[in-house]
């Protein structure tokens, strides 16, 4: 686990994981979208 010492260090680490967070949503938003209007060819 990684060892926050300063504030600086606790902003820093939250703020990644807010990136990184949002990166996996947009990219999972993305695929349901698609999986959404994905028409069936008959």
């Known amino acids: 686990m990684m060892e926050i010492q300063t504030l600086q260090d606790f902003f820093l680490h ?11 949503i ?5 695929g349901f ?5 994905d028409r069936d060819e008959d």
Do not use: C, E, N, Q
């Not at 979208?33 to 209007?37: A, D, G, M, N, Q």
């Open 26 to 30: 947009l990219i999972g938003m993305t």
């Open 14 to 24: 939250t703020k990644s994981i807010t990136y990184i967070l949002m990166a996996v």
């Open 33 to 37: 979208w698609l999986f959404l209007t």
